[in-house]
Structures are given as C-alpha cells and as structure tokens.
C-alpha cells in the first residue's frame, strides 16, 4: 500500500500534537502552536504535511514557504528564529524490520517531496532535522546537500554526585566552591526572557554578529507552548541581574537553547557554570533524563560545553538549489 501525503486536515490537526509526543523526532518546535508562532514571526506559509499507510499515521513534515521578489524558497525550520531543529517526525516505525521500515520512510519522504515540488515549486530549500533522525539518504537521493552537525547532550539519568564527578576539575570547583549565598538563581517569566534576549543581542553585536530574533517570537512562543516548557533561568547578585540561559524543555529532554553569554557584570562568579548545573539539577529534580548543550559546531565554545562530559550527537543539515539561487542561502547560513 502506498503512502497518503497530504497537507494536515482540521481532524488531522486536533491530533497533531498527540503524533508529535510519539515520533523519536518530534520537540517542542513541532508542536502545531509553535509551528504556528514561527510562521507569524518569518513571515511564512506553514504548509503541514503529514503522510498515512491507510489509516495509519507514518510520518509529519511541517513546511513554510517564503516568498522574496517572487522567489519561492521552502524552510524547515524557517530562517532567523533560531529554532534548533525541525524536519521529518516519523511515527510507527520502530517494530518494523530494517527493509520494511526503509522503504516506509523512503515512500514518506518521496511523497513530501512530490507534494513540495508540484505546489511550491523552491528554488531553495534548507532543512534542519532533529537528532533522533538517523538516516539523511532520502534526502541525498533527491539531490539535496548533506551536512552532518553536531551537538554535545549530558546524560541526566543518574545520581546527582555521579554527573557532577564527570566533570572537569575546573567545572566542579566552580560549582561546588561558591558561596551558594553570593548569588540567586530562579526560572523567571516574560521579564526574564526580555532580559536574557537583550543581553544575547548586546554580546552579539559587541562581536559584529547580527542578531534578529524578535523577542516577541520568544515571549510567543513560551505563551503558546501547550505540552513543552520555555523556561528563563537567571542569576542575580544582590538582585541585579547578571546572565541567564533559556532553555526549551520537552519530552524527557531539556536544552540549553538561548543565553549562556559572557556577562559584562563585574562579579567574580562562575555564571554559566552555575546556571548550566541550576538547569541540569532542575531537569534531574522532575525527571528529566537529558540535557541538550545546543550546538557542537564551534571550536571555541565548545572547549566550554565539553567540561560536561556530554556524548556527541549528529543532525543534519539539508540543502538543495538550483543553479544561481545559492545566495539565498544567505537567508538561513546567517542563522547556523
């Protein structure tokens, strides 16, 4: 039997999110309000597909098309919001054989692809999966670029002193040496995410890096989140406010999305030593099993995230445009 891809009907839609929960490679960015919140801040048309082996669901792909002087690009996620990851969600694969669950992924892909070649026709298009998903051919198959990237995730799952004994010898004195009265670390709301966003911005552009995500689609997107959570830690000394990270939690997983940026406080604190262990205690503290260091890509700051000890994962990113239409991949490299 042949795979059904179609846009999502209104029926398919009030199960959207309910799909999401079960795919490996569903987050919070799937979800249809956050889906819908990315669309309102790109300036895109989100076209939800969804693909089904009779009644069975077998697979999501939320597309945006955005158009620019008549030029039809399609984005998943779409540019210059920073999402980190998007793309193909599969569902009901897992008890399948390595042939069978192939060729019903193969099908998949295949009919999206058909769906997004006959009704938008992108000179360019650029996909960013999440890290569940494992197998890029199908897009190497269609003429798209293949990039592996790479993440740094700390394994939550397991006893307080055992993940903090992982450490380096730098990031344990850190955390366990200061005066736990010298600072405040809390999960804030609007306020704080404005705060967070305004210090990224400001550390941004000190190094000649533009930076324009609205923070408007931050406070949308914590509103509208119904199943997932966009919390802003902050530390404060003496009630000022110092640095902070936003993180995105969902499922079994919380990630390190916005934030961690040098602070131009005068203190003599650790400040994202300690706000990166606050968002790992708090995740282990409601039973979260991983924390997703957001980005594994850069030498330099990697040389932080790797005194965590985390395991290196592999996403993709997926390209694919005719001749002359790369420049507009200046659209999304800006955002990498």
Wanted: charged residues 25%.
């Amino acid at each position: 039997m042949s795979i059904d891809v179609r846009v999502a009907t209104d029926d398919d839609l009030e199960k959207w999110n309910g799909y999401v929960e079960r795919s490996p490679q569903g987050t919070l960015c799937h979800e249809l309000e956050a889906l819908q919140v990315q669309a309102d801040h790109a300036g895109a048309t989100l076209h939800p597909l969804i693909g089904f082996k009779g009644q069975e669901p077998v697979g999501l792909f939320p597309v945006f098309e955005i158009k620019k002087q008549f030029v039809t690009t399609a984005f998943s996620p779409p540019p210059h919001l920073r999402v980190p990851y998007l793309g193909p969600a599969f569902l009901n694969m897992g008890k399948l054989k390595q042939r069978k669950r192939e060729r019903r992924r193969q099908r998949f892909i295949d009919g999206c692809f058909e769906w997004i070649e006959t009704e938008l026709n992108p000179k360019y298009s650029h996909v960013r999966t999440a890290t569940a998903f494992e197998d890029a051919r199908p897009f190497k198959w269609q003429a798209y670029d293949v990039t592996p990237e790479y993440t740094y995730v700390v394994n939550l799952a397991r006893e307080e002193d055992d993940l903090l004994m992982s450490f380096s010898s730098d990031a344990r004195s850190n955390i366990r040496n200061t005066d736990d009265d010298a600072y405040e670390i809390a999960v804030g709301g609007s306020k704080e995410l404005r705060l967070i966003h305004k210090q990224v911005q400001n550390r941004y552009e000190s190094q000649g890096i533009g930076f324009d995500v609205p923070v408007e689609f931050i406070l949308d997107l914590a509103e509208r989140s119904p199943n997932g959570h966009v919390r802003p830690y902050t530390l404060r000394v003496d009630g000022e406010f110092v640095g902070g990270i936003v993180a995105l939690e969902y499922g079994d997983t919380t990630g390190r999305w916005m934030g961690g940026v040098r602070t131009d406080a005068d203190v003599d604190l650790p400040t994202n030593d300690l706000l990166d262990w606050a968002v790992m205690q708090d995740g282990r503290a409601r039973g979260l099993e991983t924390y997703d260091l957001i980005g594994a890509d850069t030498r330099r700051i990697n040389r932080y995230k790797a005194k965590f000890n985390p395991e290196l994962r592999t996403y993709y990113s997926l390209e694919h445009g005719t001749w002359g239409m790369q420049t507009i991949a200046s659209l999304y490299d800006s955002v990498k």
